[in-house]
Structures are given as C-alpha cells and as structure tokens.
C-alpha cells in the first residue's frame, strides 16, 4: 500500500546538509501495525511527515495505493491528506475555540461535507470513544487523554487509508499513554494501518513490526518476536 | 469547503477575538460614515446652488441692449456710437416665436411715490402681467397688473409691502390714488413680502405696465427684455430666434447681448460635482487607512494562528481554502462595518437636515455604491498578502511552533 524507494530528504542547516533521510526504502502493507522507534534526530517525524505527504522528498520515489504522490501539485497533494491520511500529534493540535466536537468534524468540514452528516459521522465516533460527555466541552476543560481522543477521532473520520502518530504519548501519563495506544490498536484491528513513531520501548515493542531508525537509514526493521538486520 | 461553512468558520474565528473584530468595524465603519456624509453634504450644497438657479428660471433668456462681447469690434463700437434702444416694438416682434412660453419687456428706474402728504424714493419697475410668473412674485392683496396689451400705458400699480406700510401705515391702499414723478395712478395690488426681482428687494417696489414706465421715466428704450423658453431643449433656437428678429428690425446688427442661465448653472453644478468628488476622495483615504489597519491585524491574527493554519493544511485543506478563509474574514468585517458606517452616515445626514433644513443632505447613490465598494475592495486588497502568508505555510513548521 506504501511503498519508499531509495527516498532522501535533505536539509540546509547554515550552509550545511543535514540528511534527515538517507535513501529509505520502506513497504507497508495494508493493514500493517508498525512502530517507528530510534533516537531523537535520528529522522522519525521526518519519515512520518513524509509518508503523510506534510513533506516532499529531495529524491527516491514515493508509491502510495500505486500512484506515485512525489510528481502531485499542492493541491492534489491536499486532496490527498484529505482522503488517505489521518494524523496524530504529540501536542494534540486542537483547535482551542472549537468543542471537541467541532473539532473532530473540522476535516469533513474542510473536505465540503454536509452540516447533517458531518454531524451524524462525528456523533458516532463520540460515543465509541467514550467522549460523548464531553462533545460540547473546549480543549482546555479536558484531559490530556481526552484531548488525544478527540484528535484521534479527527483523524480518522475521513476514513482514512493510514493513521500515522508522531509520538502520540509523549505527552501523556502512563495510563493515559496506555488508553491512547490500546484505542489505536483496536482501531487497527478493524483493518486501519497504523504507523506510530515513538521513543517509549514499551509502546514501540507492542507493535507487530518494528523499524528502527539511525541517523536517518532503517538500522533494523523486524517482526515481533523474530528479529533481522535491515537489508 | 462549503460557502457557508466558510463564512460560519470565519465568523466564529472573528467573535473569538472581540477586540480585534471591534477595532477594524470601528475603523471600517468610521470610514465609510465619512464617505456617505461627507458626499451627502456636497451633494446638498450642489443641489441648494442648483435649486437658487431654478428659483430664477434656468430657462430663462435675458436680452439687453448692446453688445458686450469683446469680439465686437464693429466701427460702430470702435466710434462710440451708442447702440439701438431695445423697443416695445422688439418686444413685440420677439413674442411671434414658437419657443417663447412668456416674454416681458423690464424698464427700471428710480421715483418718488407720495399719498396724502407721505413721500419717497422707491425703485421702479415697469413691465407686464407676465413678469409676475417669471420673478415668482406673489400677491399679499388686490391684483397684479392686468393681462392686456403692452403698449397700453395704464396709470395703475402694484407697491411692495414696506411701501404700502410706510405710505397707508394700516389703512386700505387699494383703489387710492398715489403720485408717482408727475403722474397720478392707482393702486391696485400690494406684493408678498418674498423673494428679490432683478436683485431689488420686492418689499420696495412698486410695479407699473411698462408703457406708463416709459412715460414716467421719458424713455423710448426698454432696460431688458425676459423670454421664458418653452423647455430647456429649444433654448438655443430660441436664441436664434432673437438674433434674427433683432438683426432684420435694427438693420442687420445683432446689437443685442443674449444671456442665459443655464451656462452659469452648468458652471456651478460641474464646480459642485468636483467638490463632492474630492470630499469622498478625502474620505477614501480613512478607507483606506482603515484597509492597511485590517491588512496590519489580519497579519498578526495569521501569525496568531499559525498552528491553526498548518493543522488544517495537515487536516487535507488547499492553499486556496486557506486564503479563502482569510479573505472571508476580511471581508466579513469590511461589509458589517460598511452596513454600520452606512447607518451611521444616514444618521449624521439627518441630524443635519435637522440642523439647516436647507441643506438636503441625501448622499448620492454613487457615493454609497462607491463607499461600500471601496470598503470591500480594501477589504479584499488588503486581506490577499496576510491570506497569501497563511496559504504558503509549511505546515510542519507552523505544527511545530507549540
Ligand atoms: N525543517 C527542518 N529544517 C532543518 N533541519 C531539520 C528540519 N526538520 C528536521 N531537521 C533535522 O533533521 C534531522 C531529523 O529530524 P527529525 O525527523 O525531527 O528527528 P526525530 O523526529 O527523529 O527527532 C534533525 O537533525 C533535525 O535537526
Ligand atoms: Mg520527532
């Protein structure tokens, strides 16, 4: 479904070239639960950013259901996010005078869906998520659980193709942490691939594949349980 | 996006910053009030010139014996000799024209009025039952002139109010007989005290058929004569027709001065109209200080939001949703503080009627098309740079500033 070929994203930093990506080739199957681990600066959210077509690469060849998204204009490349993508943030990104409500339906809102179906749609993802007490509430009257769900929902109401989250308990308590990635899981139980870009082992090792990234090149990308070098 | 999805999104981002959202309606609306009243104003002294024009007659035609144009310099001018007195018979002559509606000979001169005793000095006129129509004279008591031929030296007048006062203190003047030079006549009218006749107050005057004025002022010559033209559109064949009518009776010299109103009035009206003009330019400008102060505060609301903006990039929104959003903003508020500014010119209009009833101070539907279009315009103009910032976000980088 997601497919890197030899893809370099490249930095100027003061005259100097900082290779976030250093040719990556990365296959995602439909469905894939993945977790993207390594050491800050090593190029994750640059990877993720990426796969979410937030960036563009400087080489390599990006295939996303088959079509090649590196030669899409801007807008194509919105049209895109719009349809395929939902995006988790480490700081959550609510929009604050927006109730949590408004705030998930803001991507059918963009995308041109109707008043009464937007409401419909998020409606149902309220109460699967356990926000329903919460609809009508500000970001600032929740909790940092509560606000990672709404984002959570927001980014899957488009029923997108991938969910990708850039370390989306990193500013979460453990518990909460827990709640927000067993919430994902079942997500990605029901066919949602899931791609998770943390620096906590623990959440990184639930995954069923783990890569492993090291000054911007795959070091290891491996199954759970089994464990192999990256080619 | 939805077209009301977006105006409901801008809206609610404009009531979440009251301050802000207040600041540029007060701006906005300040500067098309002035726009409207400012314009109304002009528009009210062009319309008081023009209607002080109309009160004269602007179809009115003034012929005066002699010419005054410079290009005249025929040997007679050059010798002195003085031109051909206007005559009744001109008059006359003159009347056998299809563009003349009315027409009254004018003889002007000064005499002494007297009634048992009582005397002075008043400005007299004579004319013909015509002028009463052409002067917009009114009657206090009695009649005016009678309608009869002009040639007619009836000893008859009609004398202005301070006249009659001066002369009759309370008692009935109607029907007695006054001295006026050496000549008794019979008073048959007294005049309204309004308005002025050939820039002599009416309350002074006393009014004689112009062939007794001739007789009391021992002149063959007439002073002016008055054309009233049917409409507007045959004054110049009216012109014309005097012209020749004058040029076959005095032997082929037009040595008459036509003079209309209509050219001064076209001067007055043109003057009035750039006036009004230059006032909305003057009031242009606070709209487009007003356009700068939005574009200023719409910049710093785009740098307020900046994670706002890249979150809805990241969230699949187009660069041109994004502007479309900011310009709506803009938009938004310039067409809210246009209605309130156009309220509160209206206002300002009527509170000076209120003050000076003459002058009609209704501003102009160009100006308040011209407001209004200006308020959008710098709305829009100065709303497309903060919109283009927030369009070319990099998404990332504003997610990125916590
Ligand atoms: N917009 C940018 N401009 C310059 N350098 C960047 C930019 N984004 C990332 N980098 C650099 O690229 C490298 C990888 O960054 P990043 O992908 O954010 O790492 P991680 O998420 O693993 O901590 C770092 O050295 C970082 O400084
Ligand atoms: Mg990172």
Redesign the interface.
Known sequence: MIELREVSRIFNVGGQEVRAMDRISLTIELGEYLSIMGPSGSGKSTLL?IL?L??TPNSGTYLLEGINVTSLS??QL??T???K?G?I?Q?F?L?P??TAQQNIE??L????V??KERQARSTRLIEAFGLAARSNHRPDELSGGQRQRVAIA?AVI?EPAVLLADEPTGNLDRHSGAEIVELMEGLNSKGLTLVVVTHDPEIGRRARRQVRVVDGQIAADSLRGASHAAP | ??PL?TIG?AM??LG?NRVRTLLMLLAMSIGVASVVLLTGIGNGARLYIVDQFASLGTNLVIVIPGRTETASNTPATLVGETPRDLTLGDARALMRGDTVRRLTPVNIGELSIAWRGKERQVPLIGSTSQILEIHHLTMERGVFLPDEDMEIARPVCVIGAKVYRELFGTQNALGEMVRLGGFRCRVIGILGSEGRSLGLDTEELVIVPVAFAQMLLNTEGLFRILIEAKDLDVLDRLKKHISSTIAKRHYGEEDVTIITQDSVLATFDKIFRVLTLTVAGIAGISLVVAGILIMNVMLMAVAQRT??IG???????????IMLLVVTEALLLSTIGGLIGMTLGFAGSWLVVQFYPTLQTTPPPWAIAAALGTALGTGFIFSLLPARRAARLD??QA?AK?
């Open positions: 950013n979410g937030l960036d801007d807008n919105a049209a996010r719009s349809r993508i995006f943030f700081f990104h929009i005078r927006l803001l991507p809102l963009l995308a041109g109707p008043s927001r488009n | 996006m939805r999805d999104f609610h981002s979440s994670a706002e979150l809805c990039k990241a969230l699949g929104a187009s660069q041109l949703q998404p990332i997610l916590h």
